[in-house]
């Protein structure tokens, strides 16, 4: 079968760094996203994982291993307006696989 | 504002309503999309359009209606729906159905059916 693990729910607090992993199992892989979704608002995207290794932008870094078929997000220096769900998603051959999102709760 | 625009934001019907959920999109992406997305759950795909035409169903339910009027509009219209269809409906958008950048997503419409 196919799925995506990533916890339900992490607290950090303002400041500090955070680490939300995800784990997969796909048939094909085409790449790994990462979206942020604020509450009632759109997913947003974060970063785009394809090859192994990591990837910074700012504050966020997403690293992959496809041996391992695990992902994991790294934010930075958190801020509150950091509290949000974090979605990672696999592209299969031709279908995108959700995981069922990580919400963040930034504490000040 | 993500360039998908979805209406209304809020919508409740009862059960015998027809309703309909509107997207928009003038990013000039070919491929448009409908997830819902539940509590606890992952999103969950129900219809794909390419270039207007509809290339998957992931058997939605026929109270479940899409149309496609052009590579801009999308619009899902509802019949006869059930409590447990209540959720969050999510627009998307991608260049193609490849979508190898992602999805550029709408703010989504919050469904409660009573």
């Known amino acids: 079968g196919q799925n995506i693990d990533q916890p339900t729910e992490m607290t950090a607090t303002e400041g500090a760094i955070v680490q939300i992993n995800c784990t997969y199992q796909?048939?094909?892989?085409?790449?790994l996203f990462w979206y942020q979704q604020h509450a009632g608002e759109a997913p947003t995207f974060l970063s785009y994982?394809?090859?192994?290794g990591l990837e910074e932008k700012g504050r966020f870094s997403s690293f992959l291993s496809r041996s391992k078929g695990y992902s994991y997000l790294l934010l930075k220096e958190l801020q509150m307006k950091d509290s949000a769900s974090y979605l990672c998603a696999v592209r299969g051959t031709y279908k995108y696989i959700f995981g069922t999102g990580t919400r963040l709760k930034v504490l000040a | 504002e993500t360039g998908v625009t979805q209406t209304p934001r809020h919508l409740v019907m009862g059960m015998t309503n027809k309703k309909s959920l509107k997207c928009e999109q003038h990013?000039?992406?070919?491929?448009m999309y409908w997830y819902k997305q539940s509590a606890k759950k992952p999103l969950e795909l129900m219809f794909v359009y390419n270039f207007k035409e509809q290339t998957e169903n992931n058997s939605v339910p026929s109270r479940f209606s899409p149309e496609c009027p052009n590579s801009s509009h999308l619009f899902l219209h509802l019949h006869t729906l059930q409590p447990e269809d209540s959720a969050l409906y999510l627009c998307?958008?991608?260049?193609?159905?490849?979508?190898?950048?992602?999805?550029?997503f709408g703010s989504g419409t919050r469904l409660t059916v009573v």
């Open positions: 998307a958008s991608s260049q193609d159905r490849r979508a190898n950048y992602g999805y550029t």
């Open positions: 990013l000039g992406h070919n491929a």
């Open positions: 796909t048939s094909g892989f085409n790449g």
């Open positions: 994982n394809v090859l192994d």
